[in-house]
């Protein structure tokens, strides 16, 4: 079985200062993690994943994240956030058994105050 | 690259008519494409995938003579809402994955379905 938790339904920053959206996943294999961002009404943007390799992931808008797998956490991180970066993030994992699908967390709203 | 289209981005329709919305891989060749159902503040629920040239796998619980999903080519797939009721309104988001590469779904930009 494999599934993701984020634990926070809201993220508040001010413009500027760091960003960390959480994200704890449960599987059997070995995890494939993504990160992607919605804005309202629209669709899901990719941002980063983990398949391999480094443990940090650079992805698009200048996010990263961090993959620790003896913590079993994918946090998603931005050194210094915009007040664009306000939208809906989603977590997914997918297992390594499993061909394809994906599990998404319930979502964190992330608002950068200006 | 990896653009996914959906049409319409919107529908309003009567109870009792069907709505087809149609998802694109526009620069890439899908070989697997992905139909989920969003309820507004959550998460997204998966329904079917979709092969191209085969028949789709429905996830447990959703209606397969309900909700017809049809991959023709590897970049098209269609979802046609039969005989839609109030409770079929939602928002419908397609993704699809590269025949290059498979680890990732990209996503069409949704489709609000509205069921008078």
């Known amino acids: 079985a494999q599934s993701v938790a984020q634990p926070e339904d809201q993220v508040n920053v001010a413009e500027g200062n760091p960003l960390t959206v959480k994200c704890t996943y449960s599987?059997?294999?070995?995890?494939?993690l993504f990160w992607y961002v919605q804005y309202p009404n629209r669709g899901l943007q990719f941002l980063l994943k983990y398949i391999t390799g480094d443990n940090l992931v650079k992805g698009s808008y200048g996010f990263e994240a961090e993959f620790n797998k003896s913590q079993t956490s994918f946090h998603l991180k931005k050194p210094s956030a915009l007040v664009s970066d306000s939208a809906l993030y989603f977590c997914a994992v997918r297992d390594s058994y499993n061909d394809y699908k994906l599990s998404f967390g319930a979502g964190t709203t992330v608002t950068v105050r200006a | 690259g990896a653009v996914v289209s959906q049409h319409p981005s919107w529908v309003i329709c009567k109870s009792g008519t069907s709505v087809k919305i149609e998802c694109r891989s526009l620069?890439?060749?899908?070989?697997?494409m992905f139909w989920y159902r969003q309820f507004p503040k959550q998460s997204l629920m998966l329904m079917a995938t979709s092969n191209e040239g085969s028949k789709a796998t429905y996830e447990q619980g959703v209606e397969k003579d309900k909700f017809l999903i049809n991959h023709a080519s590897l970049t098209l797939s269609t979802l046609t809402v039969t005989s839609a009721h109030p409770e079929d309104s939602s928002f419908y988001i397609c993704s699809a994955s590269s025949t290059r590469s498979t680890d990732t779904q990209y996503f069409g930009p949704g489709t609000r379905l509205t069921v008078l």
């Open positions: 620069d890439f060749q899908a070989t697997t």
């Open positions: 599987v059997s294999g070995n995890p494939y």
